[in-house]
């Protein structure tokens, strides 16, 4: 049961231009969604979030778009830079006894063309 | 700050020996998260603990898997026995205080199991 889903497990975008990366969800319980970047054999870094009452936020080059009656979520990036080719990974979140739990889909590889 | 700190990084077993994974957070966090990632399922929690205390361990696969946390700068997660299908990349992850507080990963323990 995938409660959330990255559609493209990949994508390739021209230096300057922009990349929107998509992300779905099932459960309406989410109240908190987030975006993490991860490079090779590193960990996950936080890159931007949204509250479930916003619809966008956005963060320098970064902006989150909510949909929250289609149940999906993007990142836009704007302008892509060679530096940004990474995995993506779209989390969803809820509070449970005082601790953030973080269902994350499969992850986006965006890879930046010089 | 040293960031969240995983040993070992790499891993190799043979199929029965018990693997031991070892985490120490950041110190002065209080949630403590242990994830899988896998080609097929992506990042899924395991584990995670609030204040030493595990709260959700929904995710842990079989009971082959156990994780403990004696205190609260350290962390373990066992197999026994490994299995092949255990073989994926372990992330131990921390975070402080309630609510959406950013999950900040370490570099992650590469487990192959032949």
Known sequence: DQQVKQNSPSLSVQEGRIS????????SMFDYFLWYKKYPAEGPTFLISISSIKDKNEDGRFTVFLNKSAKHLSLHIVPSQPGDSAVYFCAASRVIQGAQKLVFG????????P | DAGVIQSPRHEVTEMGQEVTLR????SGHNSLFWYRQTMMRGLELLIYFNNNVPIDDSGMPEDRFSAKMPNASFSTLKIQ???PRDSAVYFCAS??????NEQFFGPGTRLTVL
């Open chain 2, 95 to 100: 975070s402080w205080g309630v609510s959406y």
């Open chain 2, 81 to 83: 026995p490994s299995e």
């Open chain 1, 20 to 27: 929107i990366l998509n992300c779905d969800y099932t459960n």
């Open chain 2, 23 to 26: 985490c120490k957070p950041i």
């Open chain 1, 106 to 113: 499969q992850g986006t590889r965006l890879t930046i063309n």
